[in-house]
């Protein structure tokens, strides 16, 4: 069975900091990884996908990572704003297409 | 292009009544998803399907059951509600096991 794991599970930074989240799963066998934005009381936004054969995506401030053999991920934001505080979510596809998630991180970005 | 609905937003039910819930994606997605989302629980997948006419059982099917007549349409039914059946309720849809998946804005259901 797939575990997913995300931490930490909260994080607390000041503006302009850069900043990694984490996130870890238990079998390798994946077809991708993604990572999701949450906002309170609303349902997921999909910031980046990445396929299995790839090792990093990029989108604006945004890097994601995989290390598929180690069964990690990281996402990177540059120069954090408050906007952009809200709960991190990373899923993984496997066999069976199903997309498994972590726990989350909820991020904090304060002026 | 709505993408992901789900219908309703909030309900509230007392234990014992039956209910569907409804998402409709309008991408022409193979694959759609039933999640609930608890407070320390994360998201969980309840069942999903991976075509018209199949379903399958996800994490946590127990008290559940899931239709998928039309392409487009994913109905989730809850039998006789218990309590522990509060949660949000989140449909997602995807074109391909590995391409993105779109979410639904969450169906918020308390069951007294």
């Known amino acids: 069975k797939q575990e997913v794991t995300q931490i930490p599970a909260a994080l607390s930074v000041p503006e302009g900091e850069n900043l990694v989240l984490n996130c870890s799963f238990t079998d390798s066998a994946i077809y991708n990884l993604q990572w999701f934005r949450q906002d309170p009381g609303k349902g997921l936004t999909s910031l980046l996908l990445i396929q299995s054969s790839q090792r990093e995506q990029t989108s604006g401030r945004l890097n994601a990572s995989l290390d598929k053999s180690s069964g990690r991920s990281t996402l990177y934001i540059a120069a954090s704003q408050p906007g952009d505080s809200a709960t991190y979510l990373c899923a993984v596809v496997n066999a069976g297409n199903m997309l498994t998630f972590g726990g989350g991180t909820r991020l904090m970005v304060k002026p | 292009n709505a993408g992901v609905t789900q219908t309703p937003k909030f309900r509230v039910l007392k234990t014992g009544q039956s209910m569907t819930l409804l998402c409709a994606q309008d991408m022409n997605h193979e694959y759609m998803y039933w999640y609930r989302q608890d407070p320390g629980m994360g998201l969980r997948l309840i069942h999903y399907?991976?075509?018209?006419?199949?379903?399958a059982k996800g994490e946590v099917p127990d008290g559940y059951n899931v239709s998928r007549l039309k392409k487009q349409n994913f109905l989730l039914g809850l039998e006789s509600a218990a309590p522990s059946q509060t949660s949000v309720y989140f449909c997602a849809s995807t074109d391909r096991v590995n391409t993105e998946a779109f979410f639904g804005q969450g169906t918020r259901l308390t069951v007294v």
């Open positions: 399907s991976v075509g018209e006419g199949t379903t």
